[in-house]
C-alpha cells in the first residue's frame, strides 16, 4: 500500500511538474509592437491586449445604453474562462487563441496622391501587424481565411498569387483591374497585412534589424511617458512628417487641382514646423473612454506662446447664457490676451517657416474668422476681449461667434461691413438683432456680448438667453462638466453631443438588418439622450499642448467608424 501510495503521489507530483513546463512553456509575454515599425514611419499605432479592449467597450455606459435598442450583443466576448485558458495554454480554436494571445499594431508608412480628371485622391500606406504568439501553422490558414473574405468583400474576385522576396514569401490579394492590393507575409509568429508590398517589407526588416525601427527612438519613449502609455488600452504616435500628412490631408478636402496640392504642401510644411511630434493613448475610466494627447511644439514656440496664451483666471462654466438647451456643441476659447495671442503666433510663424510659406500664412491667418463674417482679424482681436465661444447648432451648421464686446462700436463697425448696406433690425426680448438685406447673415451686440452667424441659428441664441433656456439646464452637460477641473488653465473646452457618434459605432456591430432602424428609431433616439456630453480640454503645459477628452468611445471608436465601409446588411 506505502508502494501505491509513493507511486501515486510521484504521478501526481510529475503530471504538475509537466502542466507547470507546459504552462510556462505556452505562456506569452509582451513584444514592443514598436519594433515593427520603420524609425522613419508618418504613425504607429498599437493595442496589447484585445480582450481588454472589448471588455471595456462592453462595460461603457453608451453601450449599456444603446446596445439593447441598437441590436448589438451586450457582450463581445465569447465565454471568458475559455479565453483565459486559451491565452495561459494555447488550447482552444484558432479564433478563440488569437483573440486572446495577439498583440496588433497599425503603421502607417506614406500615401499616394492621384489626380483623375479634377478629382485629387490621396492613399494612406497602411501595415497592420499582428503579433499573435502563436505557431505559424495553427495561425496562418485562419488569417489568411479572413484576408480572403476581406478580398472578396471588397474586390469582388480577387486575383491570389504567391512569391518569394528576400527569402520571405508573400501572399496577394489583387483587384480585377489591379489597382488595389492585399499583401500578406507570415514571419515566426508575426503576419503583417498592408495595401503596399514595399511598406509590408519594411515592417519586417526593422524587426529583423535591417532598418531602423521605431523602438528606439528618444521621442517615442519620452512620449509613451508623458501620455501613461503603460496604462492605456490603446497607444498612438505621430512624426513631425506624418503631422505635415495628416495636416496636408486636411488641406486638401475638397481639393480640385494641382494648385489645391501645392497650396496644402506650404500650409502643412508651415504649420507643421511648428510641432516635433504627438503621442497619444486611449483608456477606459468610469464608464467612458478617455483620450489623451501630448503635442511637443517645436523649440521655442512654447515660450513665445505662453505669456498670451495661458489665461489669467479660471472659467465660468455656469455663464452660458447664449448657447442653446438643444446645441450640438459649444467651445471656449480663454486667452490672457487676445491681440497678444494673434501677434505671437504671426511672430512663431515668421521665425519658423521659410519665406514662402510667412507669406502664404498671412492670409490664411486673416481667413481663420471669415466664416464668422468677421473680415479684418487684426481690427477684431483689438476689439474683443479674452473669452470667446463658438456654437454649433446642428452637427454639420454653420457656428455662432460669442465674444466679449471691449470695443462696442469696432464690433459694431466690423458686423455692419458683412451686414451690407441698409440691415434691417428686430427684437428678440429686449435685444437687438441686425440681419443682412441680402443674405442670411445676422449679428447682434446684446450686453456685453458680441454675436455673429446665420441668422436663425443668432436668433435662437439670444431666445436662449431671453428665456433662460441654456444648455446649463441640461442633465448631458451637467454630468459631463463635473469632468471638468476649472481650476486649471484651460484655453480651449468643448463640450459637443455624443449621441450620433455613439449610435454610428455601436451599429457596427449589430444584429439586426439595416431597415430595421427605420421603425426602432425613436427608442435608439431616446435611449442616446440619457448619454453625457462629450468633453475635451487643451491647456498649454510646458514645452507641449496637452489635451484630454471623454466620450462615449473616444477617438479610436471614431476611427472605426470613419473607416468601416457602409455595406447593407
Known amino acids: 500500500m506505502n508502494r501505491i501510495r509513493r507511486a501515486t503521489l510521484l504521478l501526481v507530483l510529475l503530471l504538475v511538474a509537466l ?48 446596445a439593447g435598442p441598437v441590436g448589438a450583443p451586450a457582450n463581445l466576448l465569447p465565454n471568458r474562462w475559455f479565453l483565459r485558458l486559451a491565452r495561459w495554454t494555447g488550447i482552444g480554436s484558432a479564433e478563440a487563441i488569437l483573440l486572446a494571445r495577439s498583440q496588433v499594431a497599425i503603421v502607417f508608412t506614406g500615401a499616394e496622391a492621384s489626380q483623375s480628371g479634377s478629382t485629387l485622391t490621396v492613399k494612406p500606406l497602411a501595415t497592420f501587424v499582428v503579433e499573435t504568439h502563436t505557431t505559424q501553422r495553427r495561425m496562418r490558414p485562419t488569417i489568411e481565411r479572413h484576408i480572403e473574405d476581406l478580398a472578396r468583400r471588397v474586390y469582388g474576385e ?48 526593422a524587426k529583423r534589424g535591417k532598418r531602423p525601427a521605431l523602438a528606439g527612438e528618444k521621442q517615442l519613449a519620452d512620449l509613451r511617458q508623458k501620455v501613461d502609455s503603460s496604462e492605456a488600452n490603446v497607444f498612438g504616435f505621430v512624426s513631425k512628417s506624418g503631422l505635415k500628412s495628416l495636416l496636408q490631408a486636411f488641406a486638401l478636402r475638397g ?87 494673434w ?77 451690407g448696406p441698409k440691415p434691417k433690425t428686430e427684437s428678440v426680448g429686449d435685444l437687438e438683432l ?14 456685453n456680448q458680441f454675436l455673429s452667424g446665420p441668422a436663425e441659428a443668432v436668433r435662437r441664441c439670444l431666445l436662449a438667453k431671453t428665456q433662460s433656456k441654456s444648455i446649463t439646464s441640461t442633465d448631458a452637460f451637467r454630468t459631463s462638466q463635473r469632468l471638468v477641473d476649472v481650476s486649471l488653465p484651460i ?16 451599429e457596427l456591430f449589430s444584429q439586426h438588418e439595416r431597415s430595421a432602424f427605420s421603425s426602432g428609431a425613436p427608442v435608439i433616439d431616446e435611449a442616446s439622450r440619457s448619454l453625457p456630453f462629450a468633453v475635451s480640454v487643451v491647456i498649454l503645459k510646458d514645452a507641449a499642448l496637452e489635451w484630454t477628452s471623454r466620450s462615449s468611445f473616444g477617438l479610436v471608436g471614431s476611427l472605426l467608424v470613419t473607416l468601416t465601409p457602409e455595406t447593407a446588411k
Request: net charge negative.
Open 19 to 66: 502542466a507547470a513546463v507546459w504552462l510556462f512553456w505556452s505562456r506569452t509575454g509582451r513584444t514592443d509592437m514598436a519594433t515593427y515599425a520603420p524609425a522613419d514611419c508618418l504613425a504607429f499605432v498599437e493595442a496589447n491586449d484585445l480582450t481588454e479592449v472589448a471588455r471595456g467597450i462592453e462595460g461603457t455606459e453608451a453601450w449599456k445604453t444603446l
Open 158 to 205: 480577387p486575383v491570389l498569387s504567391r512569391k518569394q522576396v528576400e527569402g520571405v514569401e508573400l501572399s496577394e490579394w489583387s483587384s480585377a483591374d489591379g489597382a488595389r492590393h492585399i499583401v500578406a507575409a507570415f514571419a515566426d509568429t508575426v503576419a503583417i497585412i498592408g495595401n503596399d508590398e514595399p511598406s509590408v517589407l519594411h515592417c519586417l526588416e
Open 255 to 341: 481639393a480640385s487641382s494641382s494648385n489645391d496640392l501645392i497650396a496644402s504642401q506650404i500650409f502643412s510644411d508651415t504649420l507643421g514646423s511648428l510641432i516635433d511630434g504627438l503621442g497619444w493613448s486611449s483608456k477606459f475610466v468610469d464608464g467612458m473612454v478617455e483620450d489623451r494627447s501630448s503635442i511637443t511644439l517645436s523649440q521655442g514656440v512654447a515660450d513665445k506662446l505662453r505669456g498670451s496664451f495661458v489665461p489669467a483666471d479660471s472659467l465660468a462654466l455656469s455663464e452660458l447664457p447664449f448657447v442653446p438647451a438643444e446645441a450640438y456643441s459649444v467651445s471656449l476659447y480663454h486667452f490672457r490676451d487676445v491681440e497678444g495671442v
Open 343 to 419: 501677434r505671437d503666433l504671426n511672430s512663431v510663424i515668421a521665425s519658423h517657416a521659410d519665406v514662402i510659406g510667412a507669406i502664404a500664412t498671412r492670409p490664411l491667418l486673416r481667413g481663420l474668422l471669415k466664416p464668422y463674417g468677421i473680415d479684418d482679424a487684426e481690427a477684431f482681436v483689438h476689439a474683443a476681449g479674452t473669452r470667446t465661444q463658438t456654437i454649433r447648432l446642428e452637427e454639420n451648421s454653420p457656428s455662432v461667434l460669442v465674444t466679449e464686446a471691449l470695443d462696442r462700436a469696432a464690433l459694431r463697425k466690423l458686423a455692419l461691413r458683412r451686414l
Open 434 to 447: 441686425m440681419l443682412s438685406s441680402t443674405d442670411n447673415w445676422a449679428a447682434s451686440l446684446a450686453v
Open 491 to 506: 484655453t480651449v473646452l468643448t463640450f459637443s453631443s455624443d449621441q450620433h457618434a455613439a449610435i454610428s459605432f455601436v
